[in-house]
């Protein structure tokens, strides 16, 4: 009777484990799916496997929690990152929409599973469940082996074809085969002349600036920085570092307090010195 009470009760470690990693859990999935940067989403869902990680091991489904840091954090979601760091998706690339009626069919994709997870919470027995003693009686590996290739075997099967799917589009967007000919320079000037938008070439980046480097804007006759002499991704990005006059005027600042206190004099040309020792 007491083994049957404690199968149903919950310690206080227990319940502070739960609510803790259980709201972190949630704040990584919202985050996943509001973050705006897609770097960001994955992160977040990096953070939420984690601390799923982390409920598997507590309630003895070692197996279980290993796979899920190894594979699905370590390895599947760095693939996703890595897949992102290529192609080089930003925020402005979820307003094209490259396949027609894609949106119309992610929404009924996203009201049936809505429906399927309803539907197995529904049916989600509450009163009588089997402790994990019962569950890895014959040990855990095997316990899930006998699930994997028995009862779930078809969806077992069809998330393997998902994640092949998914390995063969990713190495399919990047990499990409020119199929024209690229255009030659008379011919991007002769675009550019007809479409009036910039009919020079665009500065380099850092021009005028203290460092010519790819994520540091050139500097306008005024001081301000010019958004035309870095790429495109860097901006969209955020990966751009400050040349304005006030960080250029704080940047001699740090220099010149750095001069007195390291006690230092500017030193005069050799040939200046040789002149004046000659006019004397």
């Not at 009470?5 to 259980?22: D, P």
Request: glycine share 10%.
């Amino acid at each position: 009777m007491s083994q049957q009470f404690a199968a149903y009760a919950t310690s206080t470690g227990e319940a502070f484990q739960f609510w803790v990693l259980g709201t972190v859990a949630v704040i990584g999935a919202l985050s996943t799916v509001f973050m705006k940067r897609a770097v960001h989403s994955a992160l977040s869902l990096a953070g939420t496997m984690i601390v799923l990680a982390v409920f598997y091991l507590a309630n003895g489904a070692y197996f279980l929690g290993i796979v899920q840091i190894v594979v699905y954090t370590g390895a599947i979601m760095m693939l996703f990152l890595f897949v992102v760091m290529l192609v080089g998706v930003t925020a402005a690339d979820s307003l094209k929409e490259t396949i027609k009626g894609q949106r119309w069919l992610a929404l009924l994709c996203g009201v049936g599973f809505g429906v399927l997870l309803f539907a197995g919470i529904a049916n989600a027995s509450l009163k009588n469940f089997d402790g994990t003693g019962q569950a890895n009686a014959n040990g855990n590996v095997q316990g899930l082996a006998a699930l994997i290739f028995t009862k779930y075997v078809f969806a077992f099967e069809i998330t393997g074809a998902l994640l092949i799917t998914a390995a063969v589009g990713a190495m399919v967007l990047t990499h990409r085969e020119r199929t024209e000919r690229p255009k030659t320079q008379r011919e991007q000037s002769e675009q550019r002349v007809r479409e009036g938008k910039h009919l020079p070439p665009l500065p380099a980046p850092g021009v005028y600036a203290r460092h010519n480097a790819v994520d540091i804007a050139g500097l306008l006759p005024d001081g301000t920085p010019s958004e035309l002499t870095v790429s495109k991704t860097l901006r969209d990005r955020g990966q751009l570092r400050d040349v304005s006059a006030q960080a250029l005027g704080d940047l001699r600042a740090l220099e010149q307090r750095s001069e007195e206190r390291l006690e230092r004099t500017p030193v005069e040309p050799a040939n200046l010195k040789r002149g004046e020792e000659a006019s004397k």
